[in-house]
DNA sequence: ATATAATTGAAAATGATTTTCAATTTCAAT
DNA sequence: ATTGAAATTGAAAATCATTTTCAATTATAT
């Protein structure tokens, strides 16, 4: 089950821009200029990464513009947002229905995974507990194979 | 297995403040003050929450100071940081060995819970994507039983 | 073409957290 | 008890991600 090279990312472009001017947004440079980096990246990306990526495509992009339609993209569900270490926050594609993130804690790469073998333990601890749980929040954070690799090197 | 009404959680500052002398910390009021508020709380509690608290005992206390204490207790181990969803930070006395966080989303009650049931999960992502993982986060949201009744309550 | 409501970027505001700094306090050694 | 060096303090200022304000611009339905 690759998850890497597997249909372009590009692809959700068009989709990204249907669904934003179906539901009422207008299709404007600026916008255009976020989706295509955020549509496209297989890692977590900083508003201000992002920023940085679409003013070259964009120049004149200001950063709130670029909160301003991650706000959008998340409310679409097109977009969801990282929780990271320092308390600032990333974002990321979406994924299809219920998946948890792998992160690469040196590039930042990150994948989907389905996790569901967590509804057993939710259950327990509803009842142990007498707690009614509804959510959860689970990301794994390793090293991916590149990195695994370059940073062998840099060891030696 | 209950972990609420457990041995008293008074026992631990006594404890603690061993801990922090003994790594050449030196004890004061302020920090007397705000260990007492975190070593016994079953709440998760932001720096604020434990500013307010504490400086009742101790007038004058600041809450740089709070900052400066927690930060000290969690490089002890002796608290843990816990994440919040708006992106700012509540801390929780630490619990032994690797535990998880179940939090209740109306009166912030937490309590721990051992989930090693990820360890499995985690090998077999480790073969399939080619990560080497090296941590992970979890946490269940929910309402504890307090809660599901006021609110069942309050809907009437 | 036009009107209107959405969108823009810049600048200012916010709010949690951190840093700076001079004054105070702890505690080990007298 | 006294002392003195090093740790700790609180206040004020600095930082930094994020949000709000606002007047100017722009997309789109008509």
Redesign the pocket.
Known sequence: MENNQQPPHSTRIPTWLDS??AS????????RA?VEVIATSNFIC???EIYLQA?RQ?P?????????????LEDLGLVERVH?E?????YIAAAEGHQHLLICTNCKRAEHFSGDDLSPLMAELGTTRGFHIQGHWLQLFGLCRDCQCSLEEAAQ
């Not at 004149?60 to 959008?72: A, D, F, I, P, W």
């Open positions: 934003l001017q009422g947004y207008r299709i404007t440079g600026s916008l976020v900083s508003p201000m003013a964009y004149g992009l200001g950063l709130v513009t670029v909160y301003r339609t991650l706000e959008k990271r320092d308390g600032c926050h990333s």
